[in-house]
């Protein structure tokens, strides 16, 4: 069985339905109610299993509640997925207001710890398991004018290191995938930000590769990454990236 946080969306949905068709009974994950269950309804008429449950991953008390939910249905954990994220504005670094800072490093950063750190729990005990978290390709290096968001996924990558070099000899892998640029709701919002903010960064992302990447092309590298094809890896970060960091 698998937990996927962001499931309503993006890569999140799209790795839900290619884990639940090979078999994982998934457990979605979600502040968005109406879009998590849109998620539960194609796993569901493709013939797959699971539940959705409501959360903020920024709050300790729901990724609580979505590891024991996980728990009462499959009383186990074999998959963590922990994607869910948000994007910050285009800005100046000296512009980022600390309410902005904090909002991103709550989701994209502490997210990430809580969802670990209570699914480390159940795994530790179980004596078996597998992490992918999502990071990006500013987790190794910096895009420009997203100063709170690389940061962010900074940490995702030093989390993924940490705790795969402790869990390295308990059965549990711990890895990460980098996108660049993935088709979905969180890239399509851009360019309608930066009208109405009227700002112009100096240097965009360069899609060397001519094209965003499809959300079903990562959730290939998740199934991957969630399987003993993998076996050998764990404190991996993943590029997929269309060639955007060469
Ligand atoms: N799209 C890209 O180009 C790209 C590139 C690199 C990394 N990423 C990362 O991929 C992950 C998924 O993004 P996506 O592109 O699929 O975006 P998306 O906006 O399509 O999906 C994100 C999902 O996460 C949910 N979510 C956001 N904040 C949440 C919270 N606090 N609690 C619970 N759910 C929350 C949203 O409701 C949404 O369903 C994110 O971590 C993002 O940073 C995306």
């Given at each position: 069985m698998a937990i996927i946080t962001g499931a309503g969306s993006g890569i999140g949905r799209a790795s839900s339905i290619k884990l639940a068709a090979r078999g994982a009974?998934?457990?979605?994950?979600?502040y968005n109610e109406k879009s998590g269950q849109e998620t539960l309804d194609v796993v569901k008429?493709?013939?797959g299993d699971g539940i959705f449950v409501q959360a903020d991953v920024s709050k300790s008390a729901d990724v609580q509640n979505y590891v024991q939910k996980a728990l009462d249905a499959y009383g186990k954990i074999d998959i963590l997925f922990n994607n869910a994220g948000m994007m910050q504005r285009f800005q100046r670094f000296q512009d980022v207001s600390e309410e902005e800072f904090s909002?991103?490093?709550d989701v994209n950063l502490k997210g990430i710890f809580l969802g670990m750190k209570y699914v480390l729990q159940v795994m530790d005990k179980q004596g078996y398991g597998n992490i992918v978290n999502t990071a990006s390709t500013t987790a190794i290096r910096a895009e420009h004018s997203l100063a709170s968001y690389t940061a962010s996924k900074h940490g995702v990558a030093g989390l993924t290191k940490a705790a795969a070099i402790e869990y390295?000899?308990?059965g549990i892998r711990i890895n990460a995938i980098c996108p660049g640029g993935v088709a979905t709701n969180m890239t399509a919002a851009v360019p309608q930000e930066l009208r109405?903010?009227?700002?112009?960064?100096?240097e965009f992302p360069n899609m060397r590769i001519g094209r965003f990447a499809e959300p079903e092309e990562l959730a290939e590298i998740v199934v991957f990454l969630a399987s003993e094809a993998s076996s050998y890896m764990t404190g991996s970060l993943v590029l997929a990236d269309g060639g955007m960091t060469l």
């Open positions: 009974k998934v457990v979605l994950v979600d008429s493709n013939g909002r991103v490093i390295v000899r308990k109405e903010s009227g700002y112009v960064p100096e």
